[in-house]
Nanobody
Framework: QVQLVESGGGLVQPGGSLTLSCAAS????????MSWYRQAPGKERELVAS????????NYGDSVKGRATISRDNAKNTVYLQMNSLKPEDTAVYYC???????WGQGTQVTVSS
């Protein structure tokens, strides 16, 4: 079964950090450009970060630049998103997306609150 499964979300205090994981199955994620998106209640889904096939190119949304790092471990078929200095406005459901395959994960909730 071709799918993406995100994990690592949860409740984090403002200023804290977390790392999200996106495990691919049924296909080799190293063959795909991978992205993280997020969607907050009442807002449109927005790009958080993306990473090229060979991990040479990364791209970040303006709202997370300097606070987020996307990486990939092709041996584990997994993509990661590390976020630091979290703010309440980072609260959203975070989705993994295999661009070339047009496959979305089910999402993982991140809540930043004291």
């Amino acid at each position: 079964q071709v799918q993406l499964v995100e994990s690592g979300g949860g409740l984090v205090q403002p200023g804290g950090s977390l790392t999200l994981s996106c495990a691919a199955s049924g296909f080799t994620s190293s063959s795909a450009v991978m992205s993280w998106y997020r969607q907050a209640p009442g807002k449109e889904r927005e790009l958080v970060a993306s990473i090229g096939i060979r991990a040479l190119n990364t791209n970040y949304g303006d709202s997370v630049k300097g606070r987020a790092t996307i990486s990939r471990d092709n041996a584990k078929n997994t993509v990661y998103l590390q976020m630091n200095s979290l703010k309440p406005e980072d609260t959203a459901v975070y989705y993994c997306y295999a661009v070339n395959r047009r496959i979305w994960g089910q999402g993982t909730q991140v809540t930043v609150s004291s």
